[in-house]
């Protein structure tokens, strides 16, 4: 059950691990699931294979919903009770599913992410629509990072989503320095095991690092109100037919159905 301690948490902080989000006894078909659905894609073309390694061209692919791709066991790790839980907390009973973005990377691919809000990459940075935004205390949509193998390569910046940058912030990114060999005051790591899910509010300072040496599956999954779901940037495969075939939707978990329906009649 999540608390209202643990809710308070993230409105202060911008994110909050949810430990076991996904039981040990079910990672193993989860992670089993994931990486058909990742060699799916590549034969199915729906993601890029690197002609040079054999795997994923870049470090992850979009949409591994699509009909083509869908898997039971995966699905159902997306709608897990404690992360639904916190999703509705969150944002109410009804929960819209906006996207998924599918990370994979070998243990040789290099990942340099840069530190940036995503909130920038919508809006603009600084422009009326993002600092509106971004000063919204409470902000109800959540994207949600699910650990499919243990994952360090996430940091961000704890209480910068609901604010101003701080002038150390702003300097930085008005002179560009956000590559991966920056550091942000105050930024932490996040050193997940399998099955841990983090909820964050995207519009934080973040950044992804992965240098070789280790591999990356990982999920980030956005739920918000059904309202907010028709401006979403992300929302665009809901109005694809193919994701309204009604064998598709009666093989999808409940749950996750009714936030995929929800967002289809919001775009509609």
Not at 237 to 247: I, L, M, S, T
Request: hydrophobic share 35%; charged share 25%; glycine share 8%.
């Amino acid at each position: 059950m999540i608390t209202a301690e643990q809710l308070c948490s993230y409105h202060e902080n911008g994110y909050l691990i949810i430990e076991d989000a996904i039981a040990p006894d079910s990672l193993p078909a989860l992670q089993q699931a994931y990486e058909e659905t990742i060699e799916r894609a590549l034969v199915l073309g729906h993601a890029k294979r690197n002609s040079e390694t054999g795997f994923l061209e870049g470090h992850r692919f979009q949409n591994p919903h699509h009909p083509d791709l869908a898997s039971p066991a995966l699905l159902e790790g997306l709608v897990a009770e404690p992360v639904m839980q916190f999703c509705r907390g969150l944002t109410g009973p009804k929960l819209a599913f906006y996207g998924i973005a599918a990370f994979a990377m070998q243990p040789e691919f290099d990942y340099r992410g840069g530190w940036h809000r995503d909130s920038y990459a919508a809006w603009g940075k600084d422009s009326e629509k993002e600092l509106q935004i971004r000063e919204i205390h409470t902000w109800p949509c959540t994207q949600v990072l699910l650990a499919i193998e243990d994952d360090a390569c996430f940091w961000l910046v704890p209480g910068s989503h609901n604010r101003q940058n701080t002038p150390e912030e702003e300097r930085k990114f008005e002179e560009g320095e956000t590559g991966w060999e920056e550091m942000f005051p105050g930024a932490v790591q996040l050193k997940l095991r399998a099955g841990m899910a983090v909820p964050f509010d995207s519009r934080a300072i973040h950044r992804g690092l992965k240098r070789p040496g280790s591999s990356r599956r990982s999920i980030f999954v956005v739920y918000g109100p059904p309202k907010e779901a028709k401006d979403s940037a992300i929302t665009s495969w809901a109005k694809d037919p193919v994701y309204r075939d009604e064998d598709y939707l009666a093989s999808l978990p409940d749950a996750f159905r009714a936030a995929v329906e929800l967002t289809q009649s919001s775009v509609s």
